[in-house]
């Protein structure tokens, strides 16, 4: 008995989990006899890898053909947790003999990507568990983490399109025309999901001589992976479905439509991870009799877990078994012995993969915001919801602050970017100056005082900012001289110059035109 018998459970049968769920665990194990060590941590590690190798030859500096190999290889992570269910890196925990229960919980990113297993390359996600021993080999256990990103067509426009191909040939054989055939195949929609029925309409019109031997629809699957190190491209190519109709001979027509049924297949939503792209095209080959060529036709189709509202939005889904499974509650069972202390039995969320009587995931973008029981409090998300919660709950997890909670501005009644004069003033209103009568004391000096200019009878003597009274009183012009322009040419009419006694005084009449009072020059003598 002892770790190596030990389990990793998890709150979902199948292990599968949607991006943002929590993964909640335990590690359950006994023991016969005293163990000692420096701690047991938990880590959830979720990557991508590609590698795959290349031969090649070349000419040595002998002259001689040698062959050498070329690793292509490409790396990310999407999560790396760590967490000490007992212990540390340091120190030493003595555990009595017993049966032990240490619980642990992973957060996962909202838009990681699907696991996903490929020739050359793979997306996967793990917990693993290890028993740090002081001189001595690490224990290990692991357990594997399923991601099903869902991929809603809903999401992209291009699924509600149409796809249509048409094929206009012209046969010849030795210069002599043999006729020609036109084909037509159309699509309803370009999204899909596995179990649904595509309704595909075709039709021939053969006018010539050559026999046209079948025309194949196919759906196929690319894979294309991507090395950083050493860049390269690397694709696989997978046949999905296909169906051949035919032949249709010369001089006839023929119109068919025909089901083809989406196959179980494994859906795969890579769009956060950078180096594997899996594609879906639907494929249309008009093969004709003799050396005459085929017709090609590639269109893209997209094939996601979430149908579109209104289109086969009702068949069973074929892959519901392997959606996410959440199982009853995992509680800790305070069954341990020894000195150790654990936290409080807290409850699992109960999350069903989908909604009631819906065999695909609900259409809208998030389910229901009905809560599940978790740990936390009442006020708080489900932890372990098939999506996200609605944007529309913004008194929990808004997307963007609110003004109320996080605002992204200071709020004037909060903290205003700039200091109102009734809340802190940069500078104090009280008199710089303490000795003697403060009522004599000038005030302190400040940049922005409280009033535009004090009033006369406050403001101190020396160094005034601006005369008290004016030099000129009851005048209309502001400053001394000896005439006063008018027009817009510069002509000056005389005036009186202003003293204290004799203010000056405007023109008694302005002339209506600056050229009235100049005189014309004279007129120049001619010789």
């Known amino acids: ?15 599968s989990y ?12 006994s023991q016969d006899k005293i163990k ?41 992570e999407y999560i790396n947790h760590k967490a000490f269910l007992i212990g540390g890196e340091r120190g030493e925990v003595e555990l009595q003999p017993g049966k ?7 957060q996962l990113p909202g838009n990681c990507p699907s696991s996903f297993e490929g020739t050359v390359g793979h997306v996967r996600y ?56 036109d084909t037509v195949v ?16 075709v039709a021939c019109e053969n006018s010539g001589r050559v026999t046209i031997d079948d025309i194949k629809l196919m759906i196929k699957k690319k894979v294309t992976y991507h090395a950083t190190t050493n ?37 795969y939503n890579l769009a956060a991870c950078r180096y594997i792209d899996v594609d879906y095209t639907f494929k249309v080959v008009v093969s004709p009799s003799g050396c005459h060529s085929d017709s090609k036709g590639y269109k893209r189709l997209v094939i996601g877990n979430i149908p579109l509202v209104g289109y086969q939005d009702d068949v069973q889904n074929p892959l519901h078994d392997q959606m996410p499974q959440i199982s009853a509650p995992i509680v800790n069972q305070p069954s341990h012995q020894g000195n150790v202390s654990y936290p409080a039995p807290y409850p699992y969320p109960e999350v069903t993969p989908y909604p009631s009587g819906a065999s695909y995931p609900v259409t809208t973008q998030y389910p229901s915001t009905q809560k599940a029981q978790t740990p936390y409090p009442p006020d708080q998300i489900a932890a372990n919801t098939p999506y996200p919660p609605p944007y529309s709950q913004i008194s929990q997890n808004p997307p963007y602050p609110q003004i109320s909670q996080n605002p992204p501005y200071p709020q004037i009644s909060q903290n205003p970017p700039y200091p109102q004069i009734t809340q802190n003033p ?72 202003a003293s204290e006694g004799n203010p000056p005084s405007m023109p008694a009449v302005t002339p209506a035109n600056p050229f009235a009072t100049a005189s014309a020059p004279p007129a120049l003598e001619k010789e």
């Open 36 to 76: 000692k060590f420096r701690g047991i941590s938990a880590k959830l590690k979720g990557y991508c890898k590609i590698h795959w190798t290349t031969h090649h030859s070349r000419r040595n500096s002998q002259g001689k053909s040698e062959s050498y190999t070329v690793n292509h290889e490409s790396y990310e």
């Open 126 to 181: 793990e917990i693993k568990v290890v028993v740090d021993r002081a001189f001595k080999i690490d224990q290990e256990k692991k357990v594997a983490v399923r991601i099903i990103a869902p991929l809603d067509l809903n999401q992209d426009p291009y699924c509600r399109e149409p796809i249509e191909f048409e094929f206009e040939d012209v046969y010849c054989c030795c210069c002599l025309s043999r006729g020609a055939t």
């Open 100 to 106: 032990y229960e240490f619980p642990f919980e992973f």
């Open 18 to 29: 949607f991006p943002g769920q929590t993964v909640y665990g335990k590690l359950v194990f």
């Open 186 to 201: 159309k699509l309803p929609v370009a999204g899909y999901c596995p179990g649904q029925l595509i309704p595909i309409e």
């Open 426 to 497: 940069p500078y104090p209103k009280s008199p710089a100056y303490t000795s003697g009568d403060a009522a004599q004391s000038p005030p302190a000096n400040p940049p922005y005082p409280n009033s535009p200019y004090p009033t006369p009878q406050n403001m101190p003597s020396a160094n005034p900012p601006y005369p008290q009274n004016t030099p000129y009183q009851d005048t209309q012009t502001p400053y001394k001289g000896t005439g006063l322009k008018t027009g817009t040419f510069g002509f000056t009419v005389p005036t009186s110059v």
């Open 231 to 267: 860049p390269a491209t690397r694709e696989t190519k997978d046949l999905i479905a296909e169906i051949k109709k035919g032949p249709i001979p010369g001089d006839t027509t023929r119109n068919w439509t025909v089901e083809m049924v989406v196959p179980s297949i494994d859906i």
């Open 1 to 15: 008995m002892g770790f190596d018998e030990g389990l990793i459970t998890l709150n979902s049968d199948n292990g």
